[in-house]
């Protein structure tokens, strides 16, 4: 009978008197030249030989290099009772990871979701992880400071491996309609009196943040600025939570703001906190 021998074992009956049976199974599915193991046999007497084609018995009961096609596989036992089969080596099934999307451009302070798929795909990494909210997910999301070439590397339950990669632009944010907003997409407190603080920059003085907040990836308020006018040296995160430095990583932020005009606006964005 034919068999599939791709990824799964399968049994052969090879006689029926005395009743002699085996297994095989292809152990390379993702190599173009494929590998028959006959894990053992059932009945008869031990030792076996095992032989595929016209090839001599064997005591190895392991083939290697096989091209993709159909192959007589023979048993023999220790009183010479033999059997054969028909076993098919199938063509390697292709493994490739797709992602989407495959390409992109954003502004400062957007955030980008990125899948990835691929047959069967279970087990994938992602890099760099430091502006990915879940590094180990087939889905992520993206706070790209730079324009950054994000890398995945995945495996399916065979143990095939690829791997792909997508590259998002980062176009620097242009001033804000209405009061020429700057909020630093970076800083770094680490107490040398440079960009130690993360803070609203606001052209316009009698503009009032009404509310300015910063949450983790995980969704917690790490910081909550309250309502200030800007440039009262107030309303800034000097990069703590809970009373101790918070982890180096990307963080979102929003905040809510009143011109002179009257013009009220709601902004958010990231920032990465480095150490």
């Not at 399968?10 to 297994?23: F, G, K, M, N, Y």
């Not at 999307?101 to 400062?108: D, L």
Request: proline share 6%; net charge negative.
């Amino acid at each position: 009978m034919d068999i599939d021998l791709d990824l799964y074992r399968h049994e052969i009956r090879t006689s029926s008197d005395p009743i002699v049976r085996l297994s095989a199974i292809d152990v390379s599915p993702e190599s173009p030249l494929r590998t028959i193991v006959f894990i053992h046999g059932f009945g008869g007497t031990a030792p076996y030989l095992y032989a595929l084609g016209n090839a001599s018995f064997q005591a190895d009961s392991v083939f290697t290099d096989l091209e993709p096609g159909q192959y007589e596989l023979f048993l023999q036992d220790a009183r010479g009772c033999e059997g054969a089969a028909m076993g098919a080596v199938t063509a390697a099934v292709g493994f490739e990871i797709t992602l989407i999307p495959s390409a992109t451009v954003v502004t400062q302070g957007d955030t980008v979701a990125i899948s990835a798929s691929g047959p069967s795909l279970d087990k994938v990494e992602w890099t760099p992880a430091f502006s990915l909210d879940c590094p180990t997910c087939l889905s992520v999301n993206a706070y790209p400071v730079t324009t950054t070439t994000y890398t995945v590397t995945g495996s399916n339950n065979a143990g095939c491996m690829d791997s792909a990669s997508v590259v998002i632009t980062v176009l620097p944010k242009e001033e804000e309609a209405g009061g020429k907003l700057f909020v630093p997409n970076a800083f770094s407190p680490d107490g040398n009196g440079i960009n130690d603080r993360f803070e609203v920059f606001v052209e316009d003085p009698s503009a009032e943040i009404q509310s300015f907040q910063v949450f983790n990836r995980w969704g917690d308020l790490v910081f909550d600025g309250g309502s200030v006018l800007p440039g009262q040296g107030m309303g800034y995160w000097d990069g703590s939570w809970k009373g101790r430095p918070a982890e180096p990583g990307v963080y979102v932020w929003q905040l809510a703001i009143v011109f002179a005009n009257g013009r009220s606006e709601m902004h958010k964005g990231s920032v990465v906190l480095i150490r």
